[in-house]
């Protein structure tokens, strides 16, 4: 009877802690919200949709096979988002308040307990503290998967992403102690991509196939100061960037040549914009966002970006804030004030 007690008991421990294993599960409970709806995807294959977690009197439960570990995101209305590490067995606890998503707590694996700590350690830290210590971790832990996440979010899409050489420091640390990660892999070709576009160094040659069937090469505007502008109207924070265009246009009687490269994906709302700004240069507009060779072989990884090109189609100037990293030099190359 105390042997079948034991086991008992050993099994119930079993179950309790964790799922079958071929399965993750994802549970959370979030005070100060009643009902609503958060989403979930997954980057590294982990699911091949988005799918939509209901939240019933402050608490969700998701499961969805698992056979290998991946990375899930969880997308709040507000557009911020968790990272979750998991892997088939893994039982997830998300908790938080709804009023202060940022102090949400990710628990139940080693991964997610690791990095819940080390984001709420940091929390409200500026970004030189928190490039300073994703760093430190990535170097102390280049196995984990918390490592990856860490780069990608740092070193491709944030601050460190403009150190050159650290990023690739990193990054081969990370090749040699992940050899199979799949998203290291692909991003191979993203981080070579990222030199292209440099001050000093020539401009890479494309062709763009525009919506009336004309094509636009970056070669026959040399002998010409080219600007290069990406944007979306979707993205309210890149959409000034067909106004900075119109006016310098103006300003400069056209000497100024632009080619601009639309992100939209709804026909209508780019023909809205494009009459408001008045634009009189090639706006290319696939309706493909993202889906787009030309960005990946660019290096173009964010919106609003623009580039400044000068006579011999060599980089003058590039970066994601206009009136900080491209506006000063053409004030300066045509006398402007």
């Given at each position: 009877?105390?042997?079948?007690?034991?086991?008992?008991?050993?099994?119930?421990?079993?179950?309790?802690?964790?799922?079958?294993?071929?399965?993750?599960?994802?549970?959370?409970?979030?005070?100060?919200?009643?009902?609503?709806?958060?989403?979930?995807?997954?980057?590294?294959?982990?699911?091949?949709?988005?799918?939509?977690?209901?939240?019933?009197?402050?608490?969700?439960?998701?499961?969805?096979?698992?056979?290998?570990?991946?990375?899930?995101?969880?997308?709040?209305?507000?557009?911020?988002?968790?990272?979750?590490?998991?892997q088939g067995g893994d039982v997830i606890r998300v908790s938080g308040?709804?009023?202060?998503?940022?102090?949400?707590?990710?628990?139940?694996?080693?991964?997610?307990?690791?990095?819940?700590?080390?984001?709420?350690?940091?929390?409200?830290?500026?970004?030189?503290?928190?490039?300073?210590?994703?760093?430190?971790?990535?170097?102390?832990?280049?196995?984990?998967?918390?490592?990856?996440?860490?780069?990608?979010?740092?070193?491709?899409?944030?601050?460190?992403?403009?150190?050159?050489?650290?990023?690739?420091?990193?990054?081969?640390?990370?090749?040699?102690?992940?050899?199979?990660?799949?998203?290291l892999i692909i991003w191979r070709q993203e981080i070579e991509n990222r030199n292209k576009i440099a001050v000093g160094k020539k401009f890479p040659q494309f062709e763009l196939v525009m919506r009336d069937s004309s094509v636009v090469n970056v070669s026959d505007y040399k002998g010409k100061y080219l600007l290069l502008t990406f944007w979306a109207g979707w993205n309210s924070n890149s959409t000034s960037l067909l106004f900075h265009t119109r006016r310098l246009r103006r300003q400069t009687n056209k000497e100024l040549a632009a080619i601009s490269y639309s992100l939209d994906v709804n026909p209508r709302l780019l023909a809205s914009a494009e009459r408001s700004d008045t634009v009189d240069w090639p706006n290319y507009c696939d309706f493909r966002g993202w889906n787009n060779t030309h960005l990946s072989t660019l290096g173009i990884r964010d919106i609003p970006y623009s580039v400044l090109v000068d006579t011999a189609q060599v980089v003058v100037a590039e970066g994601d804030n206009f009136e900080k990293d491209i506006l000063p030099h053409i004030k300066q190359i045509f006398n402007l004030k």
């Open positions: 009877m105390k042997r079948f007690s034991l086991y008992f008991l050993f099994v119930f421990t079993l179950l309790s802690c964790g799922g079958p294993d071929n399965q993750f599960r994802l549970k959370g409970e979030f005070t100060h919200l009643q009902q609503g709806e958060f989403f979930l995807y997954s980057p590294d294959g982990g699911i091949d949709r988005i799918d939509t977690i209901k939240i019933v009197g402050g608490e969700f439960e998701y499961t969805t096979p698992l056979t290998t570990p991946a990375t899930f995101y969880l997308l709040y209305p507000n557009y911020s988002e968790h990272v979750i590490f998991a308040d709804a009023r202060s998503l940022s102090t949400t707590r990710i628990t139940g694996s080693e991964d997610n307990d690791t990095f819940t700590k080390f984001r709420l350690e940091h929390l409200g830290k500026p970004q030189t503290e928190w490039l300073e210590e994703a760093t430190k971790f990535i170097r102390q832990n280049p196995t984990s998967r918390i490592s990856t996440y860490l780069f990608m979010k740092h070193f491709l899409q944030g601050e460190g992403a403009d150190n050159q050489i650290e990023r690739s420091e990193l990054y081969n640390l990370l090749c040699q102690s992940q050899p199979d990660n799949k998203l």
